[in-house]
């Protein structure tokens, strides 16, 4: 690596830029980047002259084709991105003042040069020496005709209005009128070959197969007297390869060759791609799974119509739909009554077909075809019976309805009364004994609408009671005697338990709902409150106390 090289920068007046990196000459690749590399510059003002300034632009480029391997006569994008870009002079620069022309040069099987541009650099508003940031530049052309081409790049200009700065290959030229090119060299190749399915084993068309089926193909384009080799990928090509067929070419780059499908392969749409090692076709293809039908609707009465749908049959194939009793045996059941239809398979396998069910026995609707066998369930719908047939003196039947109701959960909530947040007990006067100061705490309404099982717990929590000007009553110092009971009007499932009496009110239960037992539904409304007693010591710092007690629901 080399550090950059600045020669009379700080002397450049307007825009000019300054080129900064790490240094890094790889040789051309079939795919150019990202890679190091360096480029000289020069900085031309007013777009004249020879160019002062010289400079060394390193960074890291990558220099692209899209699609990477295009057919004659189709467009192709060209990129190249250099991922920190220039550095700037010693004036400001405004966003979109220094626009980007990338010359690249084609050749191989087809000749000529090509522009890429990025209008808009720098994205934003950049300061004197600082980072211009990096950039893509983008043009395209027309793949000619089948071959390799090389694309290099040729020059790079960064366009101010000020003063320009072109750079070409490493060195100290004039990178305007005699460029070099650089060693930036992307690697390509426009390839016209193609695959054709010529036939199928069991199938009647050359569009779907399935396991065990084998598909003849045939190629051209590729490499001449070549072994190739065949695989079932994605729908686009890529993905595991199933199976392994096999092929060869002639002197022309034209052959022919076959794949088994393999046993439980990848069902659906799929592409069958034969490569010879350098090259790749593809052709699509559907691979057909398990045959199946669905009806619409899956039950009703006599005479109701229905929609028949299918997947996986082979293509053009004749399917018979029709009716079939209760499976008591090995498929397929008896017939019934129904009239059968026939649908033809289509190109992917699949069929539609209208169907009527009138046999009252009908509890399938199936699809068949040679030893291919597919059933949906049919319900027999009970919205309709006949009672008494013609003049008969006895009969009766049945219409059963099914009851529904949604019966949604409330809550397990609780609420006081306005103006109850405040507990002020019993003054003492200090007398040179304990004593006992009382207060009362109003009635919470705790409501369980939640219509379950479960059981609620109220408990307490208390802080120490802390005095102005200063002392401290224990929270230990706090006990209550709870109550528990029915609010007034209320129907409860169960009976809500008081905590204990007489005990530190800190992490005490005030009052509780059992769960239920047995499946038994728990839920009310109850009211809880407790009377409280605070034991003032008989050696106790004046002044007025307070604490706080939370009450907590669970």
């Given at each position: 690596m080399?550090?950059?090289?600045?020669?009379?920068l700080?002397a450049?007046a307007?825009?000019?830029?300054?080129?900064?990196?790490?240094?890094?000459v790889?040789?051309p690749a079939?795919?150019?980047?990202p890679t190091?590399?360096s480029?000289?510059c020069?900085?031309?003002?007013?777009d004249?002259?020879?160019?002062?300034s010289?400079?060394?632009?390193?960074?890291t480029?990558?220099?692209?084709t899209?699609?990477?391997?295009?057919k004659?006569g189709q467009?192709?994008?060209?990129s190249?991105?250099?991922a920190?870009?220039?550095?700037n002079?010693p004036?400001?620069l405004?966003?979109?003042?220094?626009?980007?022309?990338v010359t690249?040069g084609?050749s191989?099987?087809?000749?000529?040069?090509?522009?890429?541009n990025q209008?808009?650099?720098?994205?934003?508003a950049?300061?004197?020496?600082a980072?211009?940031g990096?950039f893509?530049?983008?043009g395209?052309?027309?793949?000619?005709?089948?071959?390799?081409v090389?694309?290099?790049?040729?020059q790079v200009?960064f366009a101010?209005?000020t003063?320009s700065?072109?750079c070409?290959?490493d060195?100290?030229?004039?990178?305007?009128?005699a460029?070099v090119?650089?060693?930036i060299?992307?690697?390509?190749?426009?390839?016209?070959?193609g695959?054709?399915?010529t036939?199928?084993?069991?199938q009647?068309?050359v569009?779907a197969?399935r396991a065990?089926?084998?598909i003849?193909?045939?190629?051209?384009?590729?490499e001449?007297?070549a072994?190739?080799?065949?695989?079932?990928?994605?729908?686009s090509?890529?993905g595991?390869?199933e199976?392994?067929?096999t092929?060869s070419t002639?002197?022309?780059?034209?052959?022919?060759?076959t794949l088994?499908v393999?046993?439980?392969?990848?069902?659906?749409?799929?592409?069958?791609?034969?490569?010879d090692?350098?090259?790749?076709?593809?052709?699509?293809i559907?691979?057909?799974?398990t045959?199946t039908?669905t009806?619409?609707?899956?039950?009703?009465?006599?005479?109701?119509?229905?929609?028949v749908k299918?997947t996986?049959w082979?293509?053009g194939s004749?399917?018979?739909v029709?009716?079939?009793?209760?499976?008591?045996?090995?498929?397929?059941?008896?017939?019934t009554?129904?009239t059968?239809?026939t649908?033809?398979?289509s190109?992917?396998?699949?069929?539609?077909?209208?169907?009527t069910?009138?046999d009252?026995?009908t509890?399938y609707?199936?699809a068949?075809?040679?030893?291919?066998?597919?059933?949906a369930?049919?319900?027999?719908?009970?919205?309709?019976?006949?009672?008494?047939?013609?003049?008969?003196?006895?009969?009766?039947?049945?219409?059963?309805y099914e009851?529904?109701e949604t019966?949604?959960?409330?809550?397990?909530?609780?609420?006081?009364?306005?103006?109850s947040?405040t507990i002020?007990?019993t003054?003492?006067?200090?007398?040179g004994?304990a004593q006992t100061?009382?207060g009362?705490l109003?009635?919470?309404?705790?409501?369980d609408?939640?219509?379950?099982t479960?059981?609620?717990?109220l408990a307490?929590a208390?802080?120490?009671?802390?005095g102005?000007?200063?002392?401290?009553i224990?929270a230990?110092a706090?006990t209550?005697?709870?109550?528990?009971?029915d609010?007034?009007?209320?129907?409860?499932?169960?009976?809500?338990v008081?905590g204990?009496a007489?005990?530190?009110?800190n992490e005490?239960t005030?009052?509780?709902?059992?769960?239920g037992?047995?499946?038994?539904?728990?839920?009310?409304?109850?009211?809880?409150s407790a009377e409280?007693?605070?034991?003032?010591?008989a050696?106790?710092?004046?002044g007025?106390?307070?604490?706080t007690?939370?009450?907590?629901l669970?």
């Amino acid at each position: 690596m080399t550090r950059i090289v600045r020669r009379a920068l700080a002397a450049a007046a307007g825009s000019a830029l300054a080129l900064a990196g790490v240094v890094a000459v790889q040789a051309p690749a079939a795919a150019y980047g990202p890679t190091a590399n360096s480029l000289g510059c020069r900085i031309y003002f007013s777009d004249a002259g020879t160019g002062s300034s010289p400079s060394e632009w390193a960074d890291t480029f990558t220099l692209t084709t899209n699609p990477a391997s295009p057919k004659p006569g189709q467009s192709v994008t060209v990129s190249l991105t250099a991922a920190e870009g220039s550095t700037n002079g010693p004036v400001p620069l405004t966003a979109g003042s220094v626009p980007v022309a990338v010359t690249v040069g084609i050749s191989g099987a087809q000749t000529g040069t090509i522009t890429l541009n990025q209008s808009s650099y720098p994205a934003g508003a950049v300061a004197a020496y600082a980072e211009l940031g990096g950039f893509t530049a983008t043009g395209s052309f027309v793949a000619g005709s089948q071959g390799a081409v090389a694309l290099t790049v040729k020059q790079v200009k960064f366009a101010n209005s000020t003063a320009s700065t072109y750079c070409s290959n490493d060195g100290d030229r004039d990178h305007k009128a005699a460029p070099v090119d650089t060693t930036i060299v992307h690697n390509a190749t426009v390839f016209d070959g193609g695959a054709t399915i010529t036939s199928i084993t069991g199938q009647t068309g050359v569009t779907a197969a399935r396991a065990g089926n084998t598909i003849d193909y045939s190629v051209t384009g590729l490499e001449a007297n070549a072994t190739l080799t065949a695989s079932l990928k994605d729908s686009s090509g890529g993905g595991t390869g199933e199976g392994s067929g096999t092929g060869s070419t002639g002197a022309g780059g034209s052959g022919t060759g076959t794949l088994v499908v393999p046993a439980s392969p990848t069902t659906g749409t799929r592409t069958l791609a034969v490569t010879d090692g350098v090259n790749t076709v593809l052709v699509s293809i559907t691979i057909l799974g398990t045959p199946t039908v669905t009806i619409t609707p899956s039950g009703g009465g006599a005479g109701t119509a229905i929609s028949v749908k299918g997947t996986d049959w082979d293509p053009g194939s004749s399917v018979v739909v029709r009716g079939y009793q209760a499976l008591t045996g090995a498929p397929p059941p008896p017939a019934t009554s129904d009239t059968p239809v026939t649908a033809t398979a289509s190109a992917t396998g699949g069929i539609s077909a209208a169907f009527t069910v009138n046999d009252t026995t009908t509890a399938y609707v199936g699809a068949v075809s040679g030893r291919m066998f597919a059933l949906a369930p049919w319900t027999a719908s009970a919205d309709a019976c006949t009672a008494k047939e013609g003049n008969a003196a006895t009969g009766d039947c049945d219409l059963k309805y099914e009851l529904s109701e949604t019966v949604t959960g409330g809550s397990l909530s609780m609420s006081r009364g306005a103006g109850s947040s405040t507990i002020i007990f019993t003054g003492v006067t200090l007398n040179g004994s304990a004593q006992t100061a009382t207060g009362s705490l109003k009635p919470i309404n705790v409501t369980d609408n939640r219509g379950s099982t479960l059981g609620w717990e109220l408990a307490a929590a208390v802080t120490d009671f802390t005095g102005v000007p200063g002392g401290t009553i224990p929270a230990g110092a706090l006990t209550w005697t709870p109550s528990c009971a029915d609010h007034t009007g209320a129907t409860n499932a169960t009976a809500a338990v008081a905590g204990s009496a007489a005990v530190p009110v800190n992490e005490a239960t005030l009052c509780s709902g059992p769960a239920g037992t047995g499946g038994t539904v728990t839920g009310g409304s109850y009211d809880a409150s407790a009377e409280l007693s605070l034991t003032v010591p008989a050696i106790q710092l004046a002044g007025t106390y307070t604490a706080t007690l939370t009450l907590t629901l669970s």
